[in-house]
């Protein structure tokens, strides 16, 4: 019934820059706007998939999809900063500029394999809270660690107030349920400590020294 009752907004959204490609004029870059439907849609379709399969087995590919976009998104922080190999992304940053109409990439955050820095934000929050849920072990506190850096290279400030909204609200239903151990506390304290200095002092490295 929920798939249904969204499926007209997710059609009506995937067709009308198509439709305004074909018979207004838009640019061809009209249709990137289409991720308003399949992004969604995506969402709609992972849970659907998790919610009938074992969670363990898409522990790699979620690992995998974080170290990518960790990369990509180190890489234009890295260019923007001009550290030392700065010109090897080059070609990647001429991409993104040619994805996007003039002036509308904020080029002094990194964005990843988005248009927009905030999504990226979106991303790295959400990649951590699945991490968290799907991962085991030292995979866990890698993915986790990973996905934070990554959302502190996006600098949003509404994702990361997001994440630290969830974890929380996490820690007061735990502790309503009384699964909360002490030991749990503490422990995972330290350890998000630790990937917090990591993922700040990784954005100090990389990020672009302005003047702002």
């Known amino acids: 019934g929920f798939v249904l009752g969204v499926l007209p907004y997710l059609v009506l959204t995937a067709l009308l820059p198509i439709f305004g490609v074909m018979f207004n004029g838009y640019e061809e870059r009209t249709l990137l706007s289409i991720t308003a ?3 969604p849609l995506s969402f709609l379709v992972l849970g ?3 919610s009938s399969s074992d969670m ?3 522990s790699r590919w979620l690992l995998l999809a974080i170290v990518v976009q960790l ?3 180190a890489g234009q922080a890295l260019y923007l900063s001009g550290g030392p190999g700065a010109d090897l992304f080059a070609p990647f ?3 993104d500029l040619s994805l996007v109409s003039p002036g509308t990439l904020v080029e002094a955050r990194s964005s990843g394999l988005y248009l927009n820095p905030n999504e990226l934000g979106f991303w790295g929050a959400a990649a951590a809270v699945l991490s968290w849920q799907l991962l085991e072990g030292r995979l866990r ?3 986790v660690g990973l996905a934070v ?3 502190v290279l996006s600098q949003s400030r509404g ?3 997001a994440l630290l909204a969830a974890l929380i609200v996490g820690v007061v239903l735990a502790s309503g349920r009384r699964q909360l151990r002490v030991s749990d506390v503490v422990k995972n304290a330290v350890a998000a400590s630790a990937v917090a200095v990591a993922a700040v002092g990784l954005t100090l490295l990389l990020a672009p020294q302005t003047d702002i």
């Open 37 to 39: 439907a399949t992004t």
């Open 48 to 50: 659907a998939v998790l």
């Open 56 to 58: 363990r087995s898409w």
């Open 71 to 73: 990369i990509y998104a």
């Open 93 to 95: 940053h001429a991409w």
């Open 141 to 143: 506190v890698v993915g």
């Open 149 to 151: 850096m990554t959302l």
């Open 159 to 161: 994702a990361t107030v």
